[in-house]
């Protein structure tokens, strides 16, 4: 069984930066891919980064390019997200999640359905 918990969100200026953390149990973690996933209330869950099962690939929605970096530590079982020159758009849930594959192929990075597992999400609140 997998279980995620992500923590690091909180309040921000726009501007300012944020590093997200998700906590993975399980022996297995290191031979997924893991995404972020973002939800503002209202609005439906989107992609945001995602990273292959040994961090050599990476993959980001447009709007967090040269803005955000995805990183992992296979051995503390943690992905991160850096989030940095926060806009006041970017506020969301944050969530983390396995995907079901080492190495997503390019049309499956954003699918929801595509990932098997899910934390709790940890909210980001960015202010002008």
């Known amino acids: 069984q997998v279980q995620l918990v992500e923590s690091g969100g909180g309040l921000v200026q726009a501007g300012g930066s944020l590093r997200l953390s998700c906590a993975a149990s399980?022996?297995?973690?290191?031979?997924?891919?893991m995404g972020w996933f973002r939800q503002a209330p209202g609005k439906e869950r989107e992609f945001v980064a995602g990273?292959?099962?040994?961090?050599?690939?990476?993959y980001y929605v447009d709007s967090v390019k040269g803005r955000f970096t995805i990183s992992r530590d296979n051995a503390k079982n943690t992905v991160y997200l850096q989030m940095n020159s926060l806009k006041f758009e970017d506020t969301a849930v944050f969530y983390c999640?396995?995907?079901?594959?080492?190495?997503?192929?390019?049309?499956?990075?954003?699918?929801?359905?595509?990932?098997?597992?899910w934390g709790q999400g940890t909210q980001v609140t960015v202010s002008s």
């Open positions: 990273i292959s099962w040994s961090g050599g690939t990476t």
């Open positions: 399980g022996r297995t973690f290191s031979d997924f891919a």
């Open positions: 999640a396995v995907h079901k594959r080492h190495i997503p192929t390019y049309g499956t990075w954003e699918r929801q359905d595509e990932y098997d597992y």
